[in-house]
């Protein structure tokens, strides 16, 4: 096993609040981009997955999320028929967005821009995935 630390951050939550890195766990150490995608997918899917048969999901809501929820009169994740989520499929899925630009993903200073971009392991970097937040109207 070898442990990489992460960090998440979302356009809108969160201003001026310091961001705890996270400790995740992965099987080896990933040495480009998308081996570093493909790790942390599959093993988020597998967390989930098994939060979700223990009946854990709902400590993962924000109180603002919560709120919302409750005012629109349902508090849930939307799930459908409580199945499990597919590692392919969201392996596939988190590729498709980084490529898209969806996100974009730091390791300590450096921006790993492409699927190839070999992570800097000198620096023993802090991850950081950035999620964009997409405007209308523009």
């Known amino acids: 096993m070898y442990t990489i630390y992460v960090q998440k951050k979302r356009p809108g939550r969160g201003r001026g609040g ?11 150490r990933p040495e480009t981009a998308g081996q570093l995608i493909e790790s ?13 048969d ?4 709902l400590g993962w809501l924000t109180k603002e ?11 849930s994740f939307g799930l459908h028929g409580g199945e499990d989520a597919d ?17 974009h993903i730091f390791a300590g200073k450096t921006e790993l821009k492409d699927l190839d971009s070999q992570i800097p392991w000198e620096e023993e970097p802090v991850f950081t995935l950035v999620r ?3 405007l209308s109207g523009w």
């Open 65 to 75: 999320e919560i709120g919302e929820k409750a005012q629109a009169g349902k508090v």
């Open 18 to 28: 310091e961001i705890a890195p996270e400790a995740i766990s992965l099987p080896e």
């Open 87 to 103: 590692e392919s499929r969201a392996v596939e899925n988190a590729i498709q967005c980084f490529e898209d630009g969806l996100y």
């Open 40 to 52: 942390l997918v599959r093993q988020q899917v597998r967390d989930y997955n098994a939060r979700k």
């Open 54 to 57: 223990a009946g854990q999901l």
């Open 132 to 134: 964009l937040a997409m």
